[in-house]
């Protein structure tokens, strides 16, 4: 499976972005997915999660501001990002974790990964 990425750009604070994640093969919709972020010198970290029924899953630090959801019919999931801040400034990453419904524990149990898109937002 390939995961291509996009949809990130640069904002002011306060503004929005969508991301998209579209996926090749044909086991996006049994999947789990996940939406990632890294910033230079630290740990990946989880943004949000969705299992393959589309319950989502979100991190503290966006709840309430990021949506994410997916289309199955087009293979892509989405992460609407809304009320962007500066500490949001970095590569968002797609995963998906081949045939699993549920959400993994850990970003190693994801097995496709796409190839990044930046996001910075400015104060």
């Known amino acids: 499976v390939q995961l291509q990425a996009f949809g990130g750009g640069l904002v002011q604070a306060g503004g929005s972005l969508r991301l998209s994640c579209v996926a090749s093969?044909?086991?996006?919709?049994?999947?789990?997915v996940g939406w990632y972020r890294q910033v230079p010198g630290r740990q990946r970290e989880s943004v949000a999660g969705i299992t393959s029924g589309a319950n989502p899953n979100y991190a503290d630090s966006v709840k309430g501001r990021f949506t994410i959801s997916r289309d199955n019919a087009k293979k892509t999931a989405y992460l609407q990002m809304n009320n962007l801040k500066p500490e949001d400034t970095a590569v968002y990453y797609c995963?998906?974790?081949?045939?699993?419904?549920?959400?993994?524990?850990?970003?190693?149990?994801?097995?496709?990964w796409g190839q990044g898109t930046q996001v910075t937002v400015s104060s």
């Open positions: 093969g044909s086991v996006f919709s049994i999947s789990a």
């Open positions: 995963a998906l974790a081949t045939g699993r419904p549920v959400l993994p524990r850990s970003p190693l149990e994801y097995d496709s």
